[in-house]
């Protein structure tokens, strides 16, 4: 049998044109298992074919509607035809394009006219559609970029498509995502009509660094917010970032926050992490110490005790060590610094008396119950003010960790610039990919096109 397929187009004023996509022959007698429905390559000519057909009757009616001058009404004169390339989705379009002459009311103060519009230009000035744009950014943003323009090139009828093409478009999308610096508010989000208090997350990635920056790693920095309205992961580098600022302003207003609202930062105790939302808000903010962090350097304390205490087994007062430290944990979660500072005196004062000269074993692991005491100690002391009440915080279903920003970690840094993946990275694309991934995660990945005439 034979298959013919035919597009007809109707326009707004009432003209059809038929376009004639092609025929395809399917012999009853020489039919295989692989000749029934459409194959692959069949798919891709049809979707072709269609798409040119599409493509040529857009561009005559965009080019007659694009005439009228939005100034004086009057019809403006065709300067010559040109032919212009569109990378779409479904092939590569070469379309004849009208260029339009600007009317004389258009001129400048001088009395010059500018130079002859193109509206294809004009509406797709990187002769690519934004729906190509976005698939290859979102490509890009999940694996590396060879392996980004592989399922393009094996599923679509689009051209074949290199690594450096989806690597040169999907520094253009990240560009469009990064903060307007020329605002002097930032936008707020439509959708949110209530504010509220924000609870921001933040942590770092270390990334492998390219030779010729001088640095073995990156930090990339990344986070999460989250209002009573929604959420909203971010992630940049600072020294690529042209405002890291404006850019977590941004994020916060997106999210449904409002200047006067309060914040909350939850971090492992890095000072630079917080001064990132400082001088985004412009406003005191409130900073709480993150609980696993804490936890872990209390466990490191329990594990040496552990270890002294059997080392000076069948002594008096030994089978007391775990319990100090154990003690400490619990004051620290009931928000008794104070007191857990003072326990931690305790603990250090307490297993010096188990000193004993003949028993080279005990000495050693005082001095590892000394240590880790030690930076307990200075842990807690610099970060005095930002360990609250953790046991009444989860009572009540607050969050008491970063938790959250790590999960960040994990999906915007490690999955697409993890050690593993054996890459090296330059400031900038490492800046670029944390702030498309953040977006591809959300959702809210766009490319933005004109939707207006000339």
């Not at 990187?126 to 190509?132: G, I, K, Q, V």
């Not at 392996?147 to 999907?170: D, G, Y």
Request: with cysteine; charged share 25%.
């Amino acid at each position: 049998m034979d298959v013919r397929i035919t597009v007809e187009t109707i326009f707004e004023d009432g003209k059809t044109r038929k376009h004639a996509l092609g025929t395809w022959s399917r012999p009853f007698r020489k039919m295989s298992g692989e000749a029934i429905g459409l194959m692959l390559e069949d798919a891709k000519t049809i979707l072709a074919q269609l798409q040119k057909a599409i493509v040529q009757d857009q561009v005559e009616k965009m080019s007659q509607a694009c005439r009228p001058c939005p100034g004086c009404g009057r019809v403006r004169r065709i300067h010559d035809y040109r032919s212009r390339t569109l990378d779409t989705m479904f092939g590569r379009i070469t379309a004849r394009a009208p260029r339009i002459k600007l009317c004389l009311c258009q001129a400048d103060t001088n009395g010059r006219i500018g130079s002859p519009l193109s509206p294809l230009s004009y509406f797709l000035p990187d002769r690519a559609t934004p729906e190509l744009q976005r698939l290859q950014a979102e490509l890009a943003s999940r694996h590396s970029f060879r392996e980004a323009a592989r399922p393009m090139n094996t599923f679509l009828p689009c051209q074949v498509q290199s690594h450096v093409t989806t690597r040169n478009r999907f520094g253009r999308v990240a560009e469009k995502l990064e903060p307007s610096l020329s605002c002097s508010k930032p936008e707020t989000s439509e959708t949110s009509q209530e504010s509220g208090p924000a609870n921001v997350f933040l942590d770092g990635a270390h990334i492998r660094c390219r030779p010729e920056y001088q640095k073995r790693h990156l930090d990339v920095v990344v986070g999460r917010i989250e209002t009573t309205t929604g959420s909203r992961r971010f992630g940049f580098v600072e020294s690529a970032s042209p405002s890291s600022s404006r850019q977590i302003s941004e994020d916060l207003a997106a999210a449904g926050w409002r200047p006067g609202d309060q914040i909350t930062v939850f971090s492992d105790g890095e000072p630079a992490l917080v001064n990132y939302v400082k001088r985004a808000v412009d406003q005191p903010v409130r900073h709480i110490l993150d609980w696993w962090h804490i936890s872990m350097r209390i466990r490191h304390v329990e594990n040496a005790t552990v270890g002294l205490a059997q080392a000076c087994c069948g002594r008096k007062d030994a089978d007391d060590l775990p319990w100090l430290a154990e003690r400490i944990r619990w004051l620290v979660w009931h928000g008794q610094l104070r007191r857990a500072l003072a326990a931690i005196q305790t603990l250090k004062h307490t297993s010096r008396r188990f000193e004993d000269q003949s028993r080279p074993q005990i000495g050693s692991s005082i001095r590892k119950v000394t240590a880790r005491c030690d930076a307990l100690e200075t842990y807690l002391r610099n970060n005095e003010r930002s360990a609250p009440n953790y046991a009444k915080r989860y009572r009540v279903g607050l969050p008491i960790s970063s938790s959250r920003a790590e999960g960040c970690v994990d999906d915007i840094a490690n999955t697409r610039m993890g050690k593993r993946r054996r890459m090296r990275w330059s400031p900038r694309g490492a800046h670029r990919v944390a702030l498309t991934r953040a977006a591809v995660l959300d959702g809210r990945l766009k490319v933005s096109h004109r939707q207006t005439a000339a």
